[in-house]
């Protein structure tokens, strides 16, 4: 969760939240006016595929994605997540 909390100035990124390994990016469209994206669902979506595409799972939910790696996750292997997030988030921006 500390690790994403460097993805807070993305202009894609509303709000990172979460609960010990358990965490959320939420998206949003107009990041002044914390406006979700139109239609509803559709930048989460998008970003999951991204994600995809870069060996990530996770769980698009509506104008978020959530992570909840493995309890034995290893700090280079957090390092190595983190890393996919930001090519997927980059990803995203540019298209």
Known sequence: RTGLQKFQDHPLVGEV???GLIA????VADKAQKTAPEPAGSLGARLNVALGAHGV???SMVA???FCP???IKRNEIDD???RVGKALE???AG
């Open 17 to 19: 939240r979460g609960v």
């Open 24 to 27: 959320a990016v939420e998206l």
């Open 57 to 59: 799972i996770s769980r």
């Open 64 to 66: 978020a994605v959530a």
């Open 70 to 72: 493995p309890l034995i």
């Open 81 to 83: 997540l983190l890393g």
């Open 91 to 93: 990803t995203l921006d």
